[in-house]
């Protein structure tokens, strides 16, 4: 599968929202112990860098360079190169093992024989993902257009992992419910365009010389938001598929 993060992993340092410190209490609060805890597909370290005030050594794993070398750095925190298939950590080593708006790109069935190696007794797993956006009203009707209308066809298949949260994924653990949880930012409006140009849909968009789709939106967003300098409410529901190994 195409790796759509291997280039750009400053804009995504830039633009990306950040998880709420709640997300990160909660998985340590589950977790069978406070020792080790590994993030796959990690990124440029969102969430590893908020496990890391609960855990003594936390260890941030992608297979894009240019990712690592964006992350987030800070104590108890370690980051390598490496697919979520083959992960660089002792047998039964890891007490919870996240991956977060990731785990749609790994081949699953060798991520979980993984996270069985790896895995402590009792060892939480959890796949985290961020669903679609909600604006202001006066915004979110011509975005939801724009999204399953106009982008929504230059979407890689497994975005639809993404929009159901999860909830078509194979999980065979012994799985629990999380507490809701939501992502929320004000943002400006070059801050939101700029999130809008991490997206794997607006980067294949534009190789196929679609890039008027994109631009068409950004204008009437422009309008429809003023002053480009008014932070604007943005919020994305989380997703989770937690379990015990």
């Known amino acids: 599968m195409r790796n759509w993060f291997e280039q750009g992993g400053s804009d995504y340092a830039r633009f990306r929202p950040e998880y709420p410190a709640q997300l990160a ?5 589950v977790a069978p112990d406070a020792g080790l805890a590994v993030d796959v597909g990690c990124g440029n370290g969102q969430l590893t860098q908020l496990l890391a005030a609960h855990f003594g050594q ?3 794993l992608d297979p894009s360079a240019d990712q690592i070398a964006n992350a987030t750095t800070g104590d108890h925190l370690s ?3 490496a697919p979520a298939e083959r992960l660089p950590l002792a047998d039964h080593s890891v007490g919870l093992i996240t991956a977060a708006q990731a785990a749609h790109w790994f081949d699953l069935p060798a991520f979980y024989s993984e996270v069985r190696r790896v895995g402590a007794p009792r060892a939480v ?18 975005f939801q257009r724009f999204y399953w209308q106009e ?7 497994a975005r639809k992992l993404v929009d159901s949260g999860y909830a078509t994924l194979d999980f065979p653990f012994e799985e629990f ?7 929320r930012v004000a943002w400006r409006l070059p801050e939101f365009l700029g999130y809008l140009q991490t997206w794997s849909a607006v980067r294949s ?3 196929a010389g679609r890039e008027d789709i994109v631009t068409r939106f950004a204008d009437d967003l422009a309008l429809l938001w003023g002053d480009e300098q008014t932070p604007r409410s943005v919020t994305w529901p989380i997703n989770m598929r937690i379990g015990r190994l």
Do not use: T
């Open 177 to 183: 419910q999380a507490p809701p949880m939501h992502i």
């Open 25 to 29: 209490a909660y998985l340590a609060s």
């Open 79 to 81: 980051y390598q190169c």
């Open 125 to 142: 797993l959890a796949l985290i993902s961020y669903g679609v956006l909600d604006l202001d009203a006066a915004l979110n009707e011509r």
């Open 151 to 157: 982008i929504g066809p230059y979407w890689p298949p």
């Open 58 to 60: 936390v260890v941030g």
């Open 205 to 207: 968009a534009r190789e």
